[in-house]
């Protein structure tokens, strides 16, 4: 009976533990969901049916939103909309629109494709919108010390949602079809609205601390400016070397639907499992050595693919991408989590666009020009040509997460 009771209070204990962590998770599956669905199945259909390389890179234009939010993300830290508190009235406002928008993109399955294209940027921004006012949600009123869990809930949400989007609803798009695979995706998207209407924000505001001390606007520009450089650099390299893994396997035979399992299943599983173990091997490791073994094994696998490519060796490349999704999970919440701390400045909206969407936008032209490089060198030299660049990003990424631990320990003491 004890070790019953026990066993129960430490069940009401867990649970206890997460359920701050639910409004986030929720919003944070939509996020991985919509953003999923939209730009994640696409590239390997049309892939699949033949469309030349140069073309399947445009449409990472979808994703064009995500990199810039730095654009309306002042408004985001001016204006308060009526009726909600400031952060979760934008949330609201972003993600009503988003369903909105897919709604509508759900009558569309024989429009052209410049209206679906046009639409579906549109949803994207809204998407993204909601994402900076819910990480600057996160600065204000989560402590410090609990936000590697919010970035865990983050990766969490976003893979569930993942697998969900592109494994569910696309693997399933033969049933559905495109109004009921759409509409699907926008009834997710208003239920998971439903629990950070309930966040005490009001309450909570303050305590995520004082904002970061800059002496001036042009010091703040400076070493946010260094930041996003060091993190462009590295979302750029990573993507170079780990993103094109599933073209790359198309060519190479593998089956459309093999693949879209890889995407759609086993990426998100993997980076699940490794969201959920990486706040303890952060503590455990330390969170730059923790980045340190992510690196090795991105590397390996980037040299496996390239020899998988030039031999022609189908699962030595399936292999070698499943190492890339394992490695790559070691980086998710440190990365998240400094973003974090770097945007705890006195706009944080603005600051995470900056840090988060400025980088990601910085790394656009090379992510929509990596399949044409790839199909004008071949995929072997293509592989081989990316792991310098990629070690170097994320030395230089290290070293600044580095510097910002040890101001912080000297602040501490």
């Known amino acids: 009976m004890a070790a019953g009771q026990a066993i129960g209070i430490r069940v009401t204990d867990t649970l206890a533990a997460l359920r701050p962590l639910a409004p986030f998770f929720c919003l944070y599956v939509t996020f991985g969901a919509t953003l999923g669905f939209l730009s994640g199945g696409a590239p390997l259909i049309l892939r699949a049916r033949g469309v030349e390389l140069a073309e399947v890179g445009l449409l990472q234009l979808i994703n064009l939103p995500v990199g810039l939010t730095f654009l309306w993300a002042p408004l985001l830290d001016r204006l308060h909309l009526p009726v909600l508190t400031h952060r979760i009235g934008w949330i609201a406002a972003a993600q009503g629109a988003t369903v909105l928008l897919l709604a509508v993109l759900s009558l569309g399955a024989h429009w052209p494709l410049a209206a679906l294209l046009a639409l579906a940027v549109a949803a994207c921004a809204c998407v993204a919108t909601m994402d900076i006012a819910l990480e600057a949600l996160v600065v204000e009123t989560v402590p410090a010390e609990r936000r590697a869990f919010v970035a865990s809930a983050k990766l969490c949400g976003a893979s569930l949602g993942g697998i969900l ?135 390996a696998s980037g040299a496996l693919m390239a020899g998988a490519c030039a031999g022609r060796m189908a699962d030595l490349a399936i292999a070698a991408t499943v190492l890339s999704f394992v490695a790559g999970g070691f980086l998710g919440v440190p990365v998240f989590n400094m973003i974090y701390r770097w945007a705890q400045g006195p706009s944080p909206a603005t600051d995470y666009a900056l840090l988060f969407g400025a980088a990601f936008f910085a790394a656009m032209p090379l992510r929509v020009a990596a399949p044409a490089l790839a199909g004008w060198i071949g995929w072997p030299g293509y592989f081989a040509a990316t792991l310098p660049p990629y070690a170097a990003a994320v030395a230089w990424l290290a070293v600044a997460m580095d510097r910002t631990l040890r101001a912080d320990r000297m602040d501490v003491r």
């Open 165 to 299: 989007g592109v494994g569910v609803l696309v693997g399933s798009y033969d049933r559905f079809g495109w109004h009921g695979a759409v509409l699907t995706c926008a009834a997710l998207d208003a239920l998971c609205l439903l629990p950070i209407l309930f966040y005490p924000e009001a309450q909570r505001r303050g305590a995520g601390g004082r904002p970061e001390r800059w002496s001036g606007s042009v010091a703040r520009l400076r070493v946010l400016g260094g930041r996003v450089l060091a993190l462009g650099a590295y979302f750029a390299a990573a993507y170079l070397l780990g993103g094109p893994n599933t073209l790359a396997l198309l060519d190479l035979g593998v089956p459309l639907g093999q693949v879209g399992f890889l995407t759609g299943t086993v990426l998100p599983g993997v980076n699940l499992v490794m969201a959920l173990a990486a706040g303890g091997l952060a503590a455990r490791f330390g969170t730059v050595r923790l980045i340190g073994f992510g690196a090795v094994g991105i590397l």
